[in-house]
């Protein structure tokens, strides 16, 4: 191929503008009009392998799940001849894909981020807004502002791995390093909870010259169809990322055991990613390279308040972070720590805050909580409901109803717990349930123990305090609590190029989505020394006799 002589400098990344969607504004009237459109057809998604639409005939229904009876599309499911034909086409599109020139590639990523600020806004952020039952904020600041963000920062990042050079090249040599992208195929396999990482996780490998093999969760493959159409009319090239969705036992199975399984980029349960991690073992003498393992999992993410605490910034965090987007964030508030001196005033505020959220179908933008995305969601959560319900060591003290008639419905939810280490202060429930343990307040540092240890997560947390040699000692004592730590702010929101994503412990291989350190993940280092001045002759100096 031929190149102009030049050496391309990726635009210098700024985070996407926000739309707010108030009344009067024309992007309020936009997005309702796609809301409108997308709900009047039911839409046949198929496969997408080596750029060819492929239908299998063996369907899943999406529907909303504010309005279960309606449909919003088919899908088909991939079966073990399909995953095998993706493997295929991903090996034929690796061999041109990794040769071109990294500013080729990021033109891609670059095009479609810019289709999505524009074109493509409000029909993804409809998609999501309908298929996973996000409010209109939520679904502006995942499907369009983190994705596109993703798309400019990843590219970006991407030319500062492939400028990082050695130091140093001694007289009469010169030394480089090439960033490879990996042999075989990177299996993605995507949450239903945000559309920015489904978006995400496929792309940030395929920009560093990987193919990927996307298979979106069964809950949430609506709005990841139109990202790979969004994909297409930027140009990607057929076979680099294939769009498989089916049955994790079939799809992951064949992947996994796959001797060109070269990394995995997962978003999901801390079963699942621990089950893949165990497979990964059990065929590692089968690869052709140790795969990449990159994981994001669960949380039990925590609020910490000090009696210094502003109590109304408190409870506006406890509030947002508990029960936005129904708590269906891996990062969101879900157990807090109140000492007993300022509780009375905390829970005055915060019932009063309470009683006016309303809750219901996300086209009536008044709704700032909606419905959790299924029916499996609603029973897993309702059963902690119950069970605090019905135990004589915690008060549900707002909330606990629930309904799925029509959609699956369930109230914000707070319970007030008598035991620090009660069921529901300990378990990942990740729905709109809140559980406060109210501390004496000269218990503060046991109690700062207590919350470091009573989780196997280490996502997020937040702390709450004025006095700043208390923040201090806060954050020496839950160091390894949080991979994302937040002082006198909720736990949740993070924003690529300002708080790279990720944690420890039990929450996953902290590789930090958003920043350059998960683009490393994806590629393998060639150093490379060329000598201009090599010797001619065996002996060393040392050898001489005189």
Not at 160 to 171: F, R, V
Not at 315 to 343: D, H, M, N, T
Not at 379 to 393: P, Q, V
Request: glycine fraction near 8%.
């Amino acid at each position: 191929m031929n190149y102009n002589n030049a050496i391309v400098n990726v635009p210098y990344p700024q985070n996407e503008a926000q739309y707010s969607y108030a009344p009067g504004t024309k992007e309020r009237d936009l997005l309702k009009n796609a809301l409108k459109d997308l709900k009047s057809q039911v839409i046949d998604i198929p496969l997408i392998i080596g750029g060819k639409e492929i239908r299998t005939g063996d369907k899943g229904k999406i529907v909303c799940p504010h309005n279960h009876g309606h449909v919003l599309a088919e899908y088909h499911k991939a079966g073990e001849k399909e995953v095998l034909l993706a493997i295929e086409e991903s090996q034929k599109a690796w061999k041109e894909w990794q040769k071109l020139r990294y500013e080729e590639r990021i033109s891609i990523f670059l095009k479609a981020a810019d289709l999505l600020s524009t074109k493509y806004r409000y029909l993804l952020n409809a998609a999501t807004m309908l298929s996973i039952s996000k409010n209109a904020y939520q679904a502006e600041i995942d499907s369009a502002c983190e994705l596109i963000d993703f798309w400019r920062f990843n590219s970006y990042y991407a030319q500062q791995i492939y400028k990082e050079q050695p130091l140093y090249s001694p007289k009469g040599t010169w030394n480089y390093t090439q960033q490879r992208p990996l042999e075989g195929f990177i299996f993605a396999v995507t949450p239903f909870n945000f559309t920015a990482i489904g978006g995400n996780l496929p792309t940030s490998p395929a920009i560093m010259g990987n193919v990927v093999l996307w298979k979106p969760a069964s809950s949430a493959i609506y709005a990841p169809y139109f990202i790979m159409k969004i994909l297409q009319e930027a140009g990607l090239p057929d076979g680099v990322i294939n769009f498989i969705p089916g049955s994790a036992s079939i799809v992951g199975d064949i992947c996994i055991k796959h001797p060109l399984m070269a990394g995995i980029h997962f978003t999901g349960s801390t079963a699942v990613f621990q089950k893949m991690w165990k497979d990964v073992g059990a065929n590692i003498a089968k690869y052709t390279n140790y795969p990449r393992i990159v994981g994001e999992t669960g949380g039990k993410d925590f609020v910490f308040a000090h009696s210094s605490a502003d109590i109304k910034k408190l409870v506006v965090a406890l509030v947002r972070g508990a029960f936005e987007y129904q708590g269906q964030k891996c990062s969101a508030a879900s157990r807090a720590y109140i000492p007993r001196s300022i509780w009375g005033k905390t829970w005055e505020i915060m019932e009063a805050e309470l009683k006016n959220l309303k809750m219901g179908d996300v086209e009536d933008f008044t709704n700032l909580i909606n419905a959790v995305i299924d029916e499996s969601a609603f029973e897993s959560i309702t059963e902690y409901i119950d069970y605090a319900k019905n135990s004589k060591d915690a008060e549900i003290i707002f909330g606990g109803k629930y309904d799925k008639s029509i959609g699956y419905f369930i109230e914000p939810t707070v319970i007030l717990a008598k035991d620090p280490h009660f069921k529901t202060m300990e378990e990942e429930i990740f729905g709109p349930v809140l559980t406060i343990y109210v501390y004496d307040d000269e218990k503060f540092e046991e109690t700062l123990e207590i919350c470091d240890r009573t989780s196997p997560y280490a996502l997020t947390g937040a702390i709450f305090a004025n006095d700043r040699k208390v923040i201090s000692m806060m954050m020496e004592k839950l160091e390894f609590a949080a991979g994302n730590f937040y002082i006198n702010d909720k736990p949740t929101g993070a924003v690529v190029g300002q708080q790279p994503f990720g944690g420890g412990r039990a929450s996953g291989t902290n590789d930090k989505a958003g920043s350059i350190l998960n683009l490393y993940r994806w590629v393998s280092t060639r150093a490379v020394k060329e000598n201009f001045i090599a010797p001619d002759e065996i002996g060393y100096p040392f050898m001489l006799d005189k």
